[in-house]
């Protein structure tokens, strides 16, 4: 489009009227140009603006961002040519900026309205745009996500609350916790066993903590719950449980057990506990000597006489000793301590036979441990819709405080430069749109983002970004082959399984009723 300035503008600051015609009659032109690339988040964002000139020289620019909010207008440029503007307004060393003037104002404010109205017919052909309501909506399903994304990061500790230190330190299967902040509820609302995993596998003889986690909702998110009345039911059978939640594996078979909250009349999903009698064990020792609180997995091996393939999904009681060498927790992690020297990692894999060993060593040399975020204590970022601002971000302009996004970008954009704490999700993707279009609505537009069908995508993708922050703690700055790194993939989606069926519950009741 192409606009006329008028004969006369006001300018905005004192409502005086401003006249924009020249001796020989002529007012000049606003040219705009619509483009299908974002530029404000690619090499072209230079492009972003309207180039100001008089009838001989360039004498500065407006950012776009400047003259109309949301995304759409990061698909716009232009160029304004005003004889009223003399060389004189021109601004600032580089030169690009116009001072505040009477007619700067005056044309500023009147590029305003022919730009947002631009925008706004941007915004009415491109239906793929989600409305801030909807985003706001999106983004309270991503965090109550979030909250159950908590509960995986730490799967391998021995303790059930959130925030406890992970690992156990001696082979009573109760070990010393050292709490971080966490804002805990009163009132139990959900119960969680072994992270809502269906089947555990422990060796007979062997006696671990059982992971029961209990939640209080709130419009804020979920918040633990702790020193609450529990017992665990079910046909125990081949185990035994006391009433810290340790159990005993007795005899070989099956038990189906659940945790139960009698003053709250809550009950936890159901998990069938596998007993295994083995014969034997086997692990890997470091091949070098660990360094002061290194982390790395230990992979181990439990084998029965029914079958020649060890089982590697065991949860371990397993202790170090002496224990102020390192901590194992239940899945073979081990997090060595800051005293150095030479100690053992005792396995029990079967009742009255003496536990298998493996010596290890710990050096001198020191590995930092960064420090972690997040409200309850988990390292996770923020996972954001597309065009919702991200907090903390106040002294940017309030268009350099969101990714837009648009179908030249994934799925999941991750920015370590301009959005380090923050996780971004595209709703606008191709992969995106190919979900929301399997669903359009009844005027023929693809499904709103709150749409079950999409809230359902949104778990998906939760469960990718789950996955990556695993692999991320297990590697933290370790270099791996491709080979190891595929592997590390694969145990994560293995221990995080479970996260998908408890987050397709969740999306089916936060949804919206009537889907868009």
Not at 26 to 51: A, C, D, F, M
Not at 422 to 437: C, G, H, L, Q, T
Request: charged share 30%; aromatic share 6%.
């Amino acid at each position: 489009p192409v606009h006329t300035v008028p004969e006369s503008l006001n300018d905005p600051l004192t409502g005086i009227s401003i006249p924009m015609t020249t001796a020989n009659g002529y007012t000049g032109v606003l040219e705009l140009s619509v483009t299908q690339l974002q530029l404000r988040q690619t090499k072209h964002s230079g492009r972003n603006k309207i180039s100001l000139w008089n009838e001989r020289n360039s004498i500065g620019t407006w950012k776009l961002a400047e003259l109309a909010g949301g995304a759409e207008s990061g698909y716009i440029y232009g160029r304004l040519t005003a004889p009223a503007l003399s060389a004189e307004v021109t601004a600032g060393a580089d030169r690009t900026s116009v001072a505040s003037t009477p007619e700067t104002r005056a044309l500023q404010e009147w590029c305003s309205e022919i730009v947002k109205e631009l925008v706004a017919q941007i915004r009415e052909a491109r239906p793929t745009e989600s409305s801030d309501k909807e985003r706001d909506k999106a983004n309270k399903a991503l965090e109550q996500m979030r909250d159950l994304m908590r509960r995986y990061l730490d799967s391998d500790q021995d303790s059930d609350e959130l925030g406890d230190e992970e690992g156990t330190h001696g082979g009573n299967g109760k070990g010393k916790t050292k709490t971080r902040a966490v804002q805990y509820g009163q009132t139990v609302d959900e119960l969680v066993l072994e992270n809502g995993q269906l089947v555990i596998t422990v060796a007979v003889g062997s006696t671990v903590r059982l992971k029961c986690q209990a939640f209080e909702k709130s419009a804020s998110g979920d918040k633990p719950v702790k020193n609450y009345e529990r017992e665990f039911r079910g046909s125990h059978g081949v185990v035994s449980i006391d009433s810290h939640g340790n159990l005993t594996a007795l005899a070989g078979g099956d038990a189906t057990i659940y945790a139960y909250a009698p003053t709250f009349g809550k009950s936890s999903n159901e998990v069938t506990i596998r007993c295994l009698e083995c014969t034997s064990v086997l692990a890997l020792s470091p091949d070098r000597p660990l360094k002061r609180n290194e982390r790395l997995e230990i992979p181990y091996e439990y084998f029965t006489a029914e079958r020649p393939k060890g089982y590697s999904d065991v949860v371990l009681q397993a202790w170090v000793d002496p224990q102020e060498l390192a901590k194992i927790g239940r899945k073979g992690h081990l997090s060595a301590g800051m005293t150095p020297g030479k100690g053992r990692i005792l396995f029990q894999y079967a009742a009255d036979t003496e536990p298998y060993s493996l010596e290890f060593e710990v050096g001198e040399e020191v590995v930092e441990v960064l420090g972690k975020g997040g409200t309850h204590g988990s390292d996770i970022p923020l996972i954001l819709i597309c065009g919702q601002e991200a907090p903390g971000y106040d002294d940017r302009p309030p268009l350099e405080r969101t990714q837009p996004g648009g179908d030249e970008y994934p799925t999941i954009i991750e920015d370590p430069v301009q959005f380090p704490n923050v996780v971004w999700i595209n709703d606008r993707s191709r992969e995106s749109m190919k979900v929301r279009d399997t669903r359009r609505s009844g005027s023929g537009k693809p499904c709103s983002i709150t749409s079950k069908t999409f809230t359902e995508f949104l778990a998906l993708k939760c469960f990718d970004v789950l996955k990556r922050l695993k692999v991320r703690k297990e590697l933290k700055d370790k270099a791996v082959i491709e080979r190891e790194y595929i592997q590390e993939m694969v145990f994560a989606e293995q221990e995080c399984s479970s996260f998908v069926e408890a987050a397709y519950v969740l999306a089916g009741a936060i949804a919206t009723d009537k889907e868009e």
